[in-house]
T-cell receptor
């Protein structure tokens, strides 16, 4: 599985866009990029996934570079409830997700 | 409401006393799995099941058993718990092994004294 690298922590002002980067330079052609988040010891929550194209859903947008070696999760209008640890995972599918240490996003008023 | 439920949510027990953590999902999912989460180690998969009567080991199966007699239930059994199994446990399910979204339960915090 491709290894991912994320910054350990980030801050974001409430109402602003939160842009969370992820590097996955060894990603292979059939591997998807998944994003999950975990709010304070609750069960991880699926956010979004993508293969090549940019994706958007009601929670977030996922921007994948053309060479697929990095991606950015965008929360367009961060709220205090978006404070969580965000995990970027690269897998062929959702089987046996491997969660690293993720990025701890702190949204402040 | 589509959900994965776990019981109990909190449990304090003693070494050697058998226990079962239940997991149930109401989404007719084929794939279910158990993870444990420990500080600094992230989430690690214990066991998974691709369908009824089909189970297999994950990365850290030692000391655990599972069964999948019904599609909706996937209990985690600790026959003889030890203090190193003190952890936060999550059950998860997805439509199929090839699915893209895994749904996680709320977690069970287990302390073994």
């Amino acid at each position: 599985d491709a290894k991912t690298t994320q910054p350990p922590s980030m801050d974001c002002a409430e109402g602003r866009a939160a842009n969370l980067p992820c590097n996955h330079s060894t990603i292979s052609g059939n591997e998807y990029v998944y994003w999950y988040r975990q709010i304070h010891s609750q069960g991880p929550q699926y956010i979004i996934h993508g293969l090549k194209n940019n994706e958007t859903n009601e929670m977030a947008s996922l921007i994948i570079t053309e060479d697929r070696k990095s991606s950015t999760l965008i929360l367009p209008h961060a709220t205090l409830r978006d404070t969580a640890v965000y995990y970027c995972i690269v897998r062929v599918n959702t089987d046996k997700l491997i969660f690293g240490t993720g990025t701890r996003l702190q949204v402040f008023p | 409401e589509a959900q994965v439920t776990q019981n109990p949510r909190y449990l304090i027990t003693v070494t050697g006393k058998k226990l079962t953590v239940t997991c149930s999902q109401n989404m007719n999912h084929e794939y279910m799995s158990w993870y444990r989460q420990d500080p600094g180690l992230g989430l690690r998969q214990i066991y998974y099941s691709m369908n009824v009567e089909v189970t297999d080991k994950g990365d850290v199966p030692e000391g655990y058993k599972v069964s999948r007699k019904e599609k909706r239930n996937f209990p985690l059994i600790l026959e003889s718990p030890s203090p190193n199994q003190t952890s936060l446990y999550f059950c998860a399910s997805s439509l199929a092994r090839e699915g893209h979204e895994q749904f996680f339960g709320p977690g069970t915090r287990l302390t073994v004294l």
